[in-house]
């Protein structure tokens, strides 16, 4: 056991390792802290590399060091180096971590991998979640996965992708009329009524929170335990972006990587951007919308961890910038036309922010960047249509062929030969 104890964010108070979210004393969030000293970076180095191929190789700094995880898979998804991305925009050391990769199709499985770990370890008997959508799907799997009873709930008027495959999991989806921060309101309440539920999000936040960090983990070993100079990560409630920070952080802590200063920047839609206007208008306050986007998985208005979020993109010298729906659209064209990737709409609002940061030049010469792009493209096929389609149909004969590529209704870029 390493994971040690909770503590405070704000008091900084210890806690044991159980199934607490907040400070009882201040009501700060609480964090899991470690025994650094404790570990060696040899053996460190030795586990990771011979451990498995998903998140729970790095699991001396995880909060459950479980021998039998509930574990579908997620993590160690692909580094891509981005060559013809950044040539369109300018950056010559763009990597983007496609994490449309995992099992239910985004980040979400970290976290939820090890939340429900934790959960089982503390007893609870059910799992539940409030969700922007890929929660869910990611949820109702792994507890499908162990046989656990599930009860998520989602705004109602969530993607049918996301709502299905969620569905299909066999557990229960309870749809709410209202947003994601209704819906978030209300768990915070069911949890107090209902002791053997884990909110993976709520009650067991703390433990949830930390799956995040497995992002930095697994970049700095696919870049030969190096950090990058700059970090684009997308902001919902803020809490990915923090422990992605974290997580380099931790590295160095066990001497696994040199002392590095890694900038990280954030990325919000226009229609749901406290965290980015907070930025922009230079206060502390984040002052919480309500929701108007597209872009539905990072669709809070009143965002948990904004603030710290705000803070490490102040304290490492990054940015945040808000991006239009169109924007959206055309960083999710973008992405796929040029590196073959598929994201959904959260993944757009990362690479059109890429794109403005580029644009204004937020990037140094050189940097070494990566984008985490975190859901995959299937998931929100519906704000597509009208965009992309058939390039063209003509009947099944040559000669309807040749009159179709005539009429340029086929485009090459490197136009071939014909006879
Ligand atoms: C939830 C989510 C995020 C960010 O989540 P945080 O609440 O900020 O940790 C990013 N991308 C996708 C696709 C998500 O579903
Ligand atoms: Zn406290």
Known sequence: ???????????????????LAVCDFCFGPLEVVYDYEAISALDLTARIENGPRSIWRYRDLLPVQDDDPVDLGAGFTPLVKAVRLG????????????DTLNPTGSFKDRVVSVALTAARHLGFKVAACASTG?????????????????????????????????????????????????????????????????????????????GSKTLAFEIAEQLGWKAPDHVVVPIASGSQLTKVHKGFGELHKVGLIGEKHVKISGAQAA??????????????FIRPVKPDTIAKSLAIGNPADGWYALEVVKNTGGSIEAVSDDEIL??????????????????GVTIATLRKLAAR????????VVALVTGHGLKTLDCL??????????DP??????????????????????R
């Open 330 to 347: 055309e960083g999710i064209e973008l992405l796929a036309s040029t590196e073959g990737i598929f994201a959904e709409t959260a993944g």
């Open 87 to 98: 040539r369109e925009l300018g950056l010559d050391d763009l990597w983007i971590k496609n």
């Open 397 to 418: 004969s040559l000669e309807s062929f040749r009159k179709s590529i005539q009429a340029g209704e086929i485009v090459f870029s490197n136009p071939p030969d014909t």
């Open 361 to 368: 030049g937020a990037f140094e010469p050189g940097e070494q």
């Open 271 to 284: 229609g749901c951007s406290p965290v980015a206007t907070a930025f922009q208008d230079g206060t502390d």
């Open 134 to 210: 890929n929660l869910a799907n990611s949820v109702a799997a792994h507890a499908a996965h162990i046989g656990m009873d599930s009860v998520v709930f989602i705004p109602k008027d969530l993607e049918t992708p996301k709502i299905l495959g969620t569905a299909i999991y066999g557990g229960n989806v309870v749809a709410i009329d209202g947003n994601y921060d209704d819906v978030n309101r209300l768990c915070t309440e069911l949890a107090a009524e209902m002791p053997d539920w884990a909110f993976v999000n709520v009650n067991i936040r703390t433990y949830y929170a930390e």
């Open 1 to 19: 056991m390493i994971g040690q104890e909770l503590r405070c964010r704000e008091c900084s108070r210890l806690f044991p390792l159980e199934a």
């Open 385 to 394: 249509s009208g965009r992309v389609s058939v390039s063209t149909v003509i």
